[in-house]
């Protein structure tokens, strides 16, 4: 399962390469939040270190953490959950009538470090990887750090299906004797 990135304001396309054999759940509940394609705005993160991330729809089924880690490397994807009211970081999130459940996707671009926050750290399920144009979209994404949030399209990458070549006679090549 591929999904692909688009950074539209720097004409950045990549392909994020889902790993899901190794976190199976949640990467077939990220495929299935993009039935439709998302358009939204992405971030630069503020305490992680070099990561943009975005907001999934809301999925009815939270899937659990699977392949866990704190420490994902430059190319790589976290998928992170909380629940109504897990994330009360900051004095407006105590004193507010209750954040909703939110389901994250951080693209990691260079060095991040999640044990911050929680003294048992951020913890995420590592779900895919940056696998063509990660250059572009490395500096694309750094570039949010300084000029603010950017327009962001994820949708799921559809594989082109082979094409037949026909031949002189009408039929195609792959079937003649």
């Given at each position: 399962m591929n999904l692909k990135i688009e950074l539209p304001d720097f004409e950045v396309t990549a392909t994020l390469e889902l790993y899901s054999e190794r976190a199976p759940r949640v990467c077939q509940a990220i495929y299935d939040s993009l039935a439709v394609p998302l358009e939204t705005r992405t971030q630069h993160a503020c305490f992680d270190g070099h990561e943009i991330y975005c907001f999934l729809p809301e999925m009815a089924e939270p899937p659990p953490i699977e392949n866990r880690t704190m420490r994902p490397r430059?190319?790589?994807?976290?998928?992170f959950h909380a629940a109504?009211?897990?994330?009360a970081v900051l004095d407006s999130d105590r004193l507010a009538p209750g954040q909703g459940p939110m389901f994250e996707l951080a693209l990691i671009y260079g060095e991040v470090d999640l044990r911050h926050l929680?003294?048992?750290?951020l913890h995420g399920s590592l779900v895919g990887r940056v696998t063509t144009n990660f250059a572009a979209f490395a500096e694309a994404a750094g570039?949010?750090?300084?000029e603010g949030a950017t327009p962001l399209r994820i949708s799921r990458e559809i594989a082109e299906a082979p094409s037949l070549r026909m031949s002189d006679e009408g039929q195609d090549s792959e079937h003649r004797a």
């Open positions: 430059p190319g790589e994807v976290m998928f109504k009211n897990d994330f929680w003294e048992e750290g570039r949010t750090l300084n």
